[in-house]
């Protein structure tokens, strides 16, 4: 009897472990998979762990896993693409993919899409910030509290809608649910294990549970209506699979502290560095403390990088060894090396590269010869000699922006600051820490550090375009490294160790404390004529301010005469005016009486009517123009324009110049018209100038209103053929001008830019286009 019982029992685990291994498909079942050899599932490419999408495109995460075990599992093909998930259900919707992953079994999908067996199931929970300021630990804490709700997730809207007397915010993206949460914007929202992994993954990790819901999150894969077999297979698969082995992969992406985005390889790069256990890499030699070789050993901070990189990665790293840096790009570039260390994008020779994010930034320095006056702004160096070793970034950096030097390329630092010692040249630039570690070792009696760059050298490793894998992994390995270790890095090689003489040799030191009141005397002096220099070159510039500023009041108080003097002229016209109208009427009525009246008559007494209604109007157009009206208002832009345009139509009709205006009635500005309308006259009148003083043929001038976001851009275009290059950059200075004293202070774009810069906070500019001078104009859109 024994026997027969374990007869029975091993057969019965027989066939248990043949069930876990095999799967029973139907014939319809294994004909559909024959038939459709890829099924493409849509989800949200944001919803991470559940999907993960690399800087390739490349897809993990825990719906991935589950799929492939489904493929292995089944034989079948299931795929996913991730983009935007409403996209993606109306895709679905149209069969243009064949169904959904991420999503859950909702009603309006039942339509039009079969729903698989649960595959996770995540328990909802109250997410708070770390601090939690308002003490919310359960549900009973949520009334009269903000709650963040991410709008695509049906089950947060369902949970928000028990909270009437809760303000529910509503986001987009899960980055501003956690971000809001974060910032105190909101005092909680709903979530669950991707909660958390959302907020390591934007670098928000400040978020914590705190109590949970009665309500879960339930996962299905759903797939297109007429397709059933499918559904039949994930859920037999999943069956297959068994909760067990669901829980393991659910643990490891939603519960794994080591699994933060961009902390984790993923297979495709695990798979790289086992098939490339060796790894090439090029480097500069003689760039200490950076990077070096000496005694053909690879030393520097570099050196210390690349180490952390072979600790992380587990490979062999081998340097190919060069005589210059300009060797090293070259063997890069014949593909000799896999990895170009310590580069810049910036480069223009490694364009043809990849580069990894920079890991540390250096501050680029000039040095001069010690008596040379300390350097306050370096654009105010002209037509200076400045070396730069060949083919460094530096060359680049300062090429682009500081064109009023001379560069001179050298082999090496030692050419350069052999050039510097015998006045061959006035500066060599270099950065930060190469220079700081030459003169830690060396007191040089000629040589010293006279001022920075406002940029600074970003260093990052390059690789191939080709290897891409590489790059990624790279990457990932620089994000890891902590702002502590890099410094730590930096200051082993600026650390100054006790020599052995000094603790013996009283002279010794003496020497050093000398020495140390020479620099600080040395120091102080510098600092003297640094302070010295910059307090005569802030006196200057205060009494040239305040010359430019009693200018200006002075043109400002003209301008306001002005609207006093056209005050006074309004006052004289209107009662002339008035009689005028009196005298049309009386004549129009006594003609009517004794029946003279006639069509022509009739015709010139409406014409004189015309012409009076007219003047009056004019005067107050321009008594408005001059109106100091301080008070912001709600304005028709159209309308602002056309005032504009009627105020200088005189002058443009006289030398037949046409205006043309293209803007909606609909565009309303609440702003300062008086002062915007000012600039436009400005603008319009120095367009008007340019298109008579160069004889336009055709003359044309063009206003244009759009809107872009939150702003109008306002452009008034002429055909004059463009602002000289020699004079781009002074136009907007005051006094400024091309035209002859009396037609012109120079005042006008200057006191334009004012206006729109600090009065209404906008933002005026000029470019060249096709034909001409093109002036914008950007201010906020909108109403009161």
């Known amino acids: 009897m024994k026997l027969i019982s374990l007869f029975f029992l091993i057969l019965f685990f027989a066939e248990a472990s043949a069930t876990i291994k095999t799967l029973n498909l139907t014939i319809n079942e294994k004909k559909f998979i024959k038939n459709h050899p890829n099924i493409i599932l849509g989800t949200d490419k944001r919803w991470a762990p559940y999907v993960v999408v690399d800087e390739e495109g490349k897809i993990s995460g825990y719906d991935m896993n589950v799929l492939t075990l489904i493929n292995e599992i089944s034989g079948a093909n299931f795929s996913l693409v991730a983009g935007d998930w409403n996209k993606m259900k109306a895709k679905a919707k149209r069969q243009e993919i064949d169904g959904l992953s991420t999503g859950s079994a909702h009603e309006e999908r039942e339509i039009y899409l079969n729903f698989s067996n649960i595959y996770i199931e995540m328990q909802k929970m109250l997410i708070v910030s770390s601090v939690n300021p308002n003490n919310i630990h359960t549900v009973d804490d949520l009334e009269d509290k903000i709650i963040a709700i991410h709008s ?86 999943l069956k297959l699979i068994g909760e067990h082995k669901l829980l393991e992969i659910k643990n490891r992406w939603f519960f794994n502290n080591n699994n933060v985005f961009n902390k984790n390889l993923s297979e495709v790069e695990y798979d790289y560095l086992k098939n490339n256990t060796n790894l090439n890499i090029c480097v500069d030699p003689n760039w200490m403390p950076i990077e070096a070789i000496v005694n053909n050993k690879y030393v520097g901070i570099g050196a210390d990088i690349v180490k952390y990189f072979n600790k992380e990665l587990k490979i062999n790293i081998r340097v190919v060894k060069t005589k210059t840096w300009s060797e090293s790009i070259k063997m890069m570039q014949k593909r000799k090396c896999d990895v170009l260390t310590l580069s810049s994008s910036i480069n223009n020779k490694l364009k043809n590269l990849n580069f990894t994010s920079s890991y540390f930034q250096v501050p680029l320095v000039i040095v001069t010869r010690k008596n040379t006056q300390s350097i306050i702004d370096i654009s105010f160096i002209k037509n200076k000699k400045i070396a730069i070793i ?31 010692r015998n006045n061959e040249i006035f500066a060599f630039g270099e950065n930060a820490l190469t220079m700081q570690y030459y003169f830690k070792d060396k007191v040089d009696e000629e040589l010293k550090i006279n001022t920075y760059f406002d940029e600074k050298l970003q260093l990052s490793f390059a690789t191939n375009k080709e290897d891409k894998t590489l790059h990624i992994i790279l990457n990932k390995s620089i994000k890891k490294i902590t702002d502590e270790e890099k410094q730590s890095i930096i200051n082993k090689w600026f650390l100054f160790e006790d020599e052995k003489e000094f603790d013996n040799s009283l002279f010794y030191k003496l020497m050093v404390v000398f020495c140390i009141i020479f620099v600080i005397l040395v120091l102080r002096s510098n600092a003297i004529n640094k302070s010295n220099i910059q307090l005569q070159k802030r006196v ?66 409406l014409e004189i009517e015309s012409l009076t209604k007219y003047l009056s109007n004019t005067i107050d157009d321009f008594k408005d123009f ?86 109008y851009i306002i452009e008034i275009y002429d055909n004059a053929g463009g602002i000289a290059k020699d004079i781009r950059d002074k136009i907007f200075e005051p006094y400024f001008t091309t035209k002859h004293k009396s037609q012109g202070r120079g005042l006008g774009l200057y006191m334009a830019k004012k206006i729109i810069h600090e009065s209404l906070g906008g933002k005026l500019s000029f470019s060249n286009r096709e034909f001409g001078a093109c002036f914008e104009i950007k201010i906020k859109a909108g109403t009161e």
């Open 152 to 237: 695509s997730n049906l089950v947060d809207e369902k949970i928000s809608r028990k909270f009437t007397n809760s303000i529910i915010l509503r986001f987009e993206k899960l980055e501003d649910v956690i971000s809001s949460v974060v910032t105190a914007k909101a005092d909680v929202m709903f979530g669950n294990g991707t909660t958390l992994y959302g907020a390591n993954k934007i670098g928000l990790p400040y978020l914590k549970r705190e109590g949970s819901l009665d309500e879960s999150l339930k996962l299905r894969f759903s797939v297109r209506k007429d397709w059933p077999e499918a559904i039949s297979i994930i859920n037999k698969s």
């Open 390 to 420: 060949k083919d460094y970034a530096i060359n680049d950096i300062i090429k682009s922006k500081y064109d009023n030097l001379e560069i001179v390329e050298v082999d090496s630092m030692e050419e350069g600051l052999n050039m510097l």
């Open 540 to 605: 200057e510039e205060e009494l040239q301010k305040s010359r430019d500023k009693d200018k200006i009041l002075f043109h400002q108080n003209k301008l306001a005469s002005m609207g006093e003097m056209l005050e006074n002229i309004a006052h004289q016209w209107r009662q002339p005016l008035s009689q005028i109208n009196s005298s049309v009427l009386l004549i129009d009525t006594v003609l009517n009486e004794k029946n003279n009246m006639n069509p022509e008559i009739e015709e010139r007494l």
């Open 626 to 711: 001059f109106d100091e009206d301080k008070d912001k208002k709600t304005f028709s832009l159209k309308s602002m324009i056309e005032k504009s345009v009627y105020i200088v139509k005189g002058g443009f009709t006289k030398h037949e110049i046409e205006i043309e205006v293209d803007i909606h009635n609909s565009f309303m500005c609440y702003s300062y018209e008086n002062e915007l309308q000012q600039v436009l006259v400005v603008i319009l009148n120095n367009a008007k100038d340019s298109l008579v003083n160069r004889n336009t043929y055709q003359a044309l001038i063009s206003v244009y209103v759009k809107i872009e976001g939150d702003f």
